[in-house]
């Protein structure tokens, strides 16, 4: 069984640095100080565009009332951060899902698609982000109108680059029970 370029290459020395950049930036993102829940809290109740599973130009204009200089100021901190994060979280999930892909020759790139889509994705959503945040406080609806489905996209190819690594290692932690078992000299259990 050959394997993929991209799976070959993997190391698993290489998977702490990148879990601990993701942290990192990942930290002060969604726990401390957590410029996620400050833009909501900035932006009078109203949740960053980014976080949503979709939004409209009507959401961002709602938004952009709702903020004013405060939550602007927080939304371009959260924004800044947020040039880090996609390549961090991207990097940290294409290393997990290649090192538990390895095992599946080189057919195995497939399984890296949705990381590499869900990275792309969010770099266009900040693009669409960025855009609203420099033409404050006017929302051009074009922007808004392609955003949105790209976050909504987005959203789709998060939660199969996140569903992939899962069942590889459900499915890992199953054959390693498996092969444990057999090496003790229990037999399979029969119904």
Same mark, same amino acid.
């Given at each position: 069984m050959s394997r993929s370029t991209i799976t070959r290459h993997v190391r698993a020395r290489i998977l702490v640095p990148?879990?601990?950049?993701? $942290?990192?930036? +990942?930290? %002060?993102?969604?726990? @401390? %100080? $957590?410029? *996620?829940?400050? *833009?909501t809290d900035r932006c009078d109740g109203q949740s960053p565009l980014d976080v949503r599973g979709y @939004?409209?130009?009507?959401?961002?204009?709602?938004?952009? !009332?709702?903020?004013g200089a405060d939550g602007r100021a927080a939304y371009q !901190?959260? !924004?800044?951060?947020?040039? +880090?994060? %996609?390549a961090l979280a991207g990097a940290a999930l294409l290393l997990v899902t290649a090192l538990l892909a390895r095992r599946y020759g080189g057919r195995?790139?497939?399984?890296?698609i949705p990381v590499v889509a869900m990275t *792309?994705?969010?770099? +266009?959503?900040?693009?669409?982000? @960025?855009?609203?945040?420099l033409q404050w406080p006017d929302v051009d609806p074009a922007v808004a109108a392609i955003g949105g %489905?790209?976050?909504a996209v987005k959203r789709v190819t998060g939660f199969a680059a996140l569903t992939v690594p899962i *069942?590889? $290692? +459900?499915i890992e932690a199953?054959?390693?029970?498996r092969d444990r078992r057999a090496a003790r000299g229990h037999r399979p259990m029969t119904v």
């Open positions: 990148a879990l601990l950049l993701y $942290g990192v930036v +990942a930290v %002060p993102m969604f726990v @401390w %100080p $957590g410029l *996620v829940a400050r *833009v @939004w409209t130009a009507a959401d961002a204009r709602v938004l952009v !009332q709702a903020c !901190q959260l !924004q800044l951060l947020d040039l +880090a994060y %996609p195995a790139w497939a399984l890296l *792309v994705l969010d770099y +266009a959503e900040n693009v669409s982000v @960025w855009t609203l945040l %489905p790209i976050t *069942v590889l $290692g +459900a199953i054959r390693y029970a």
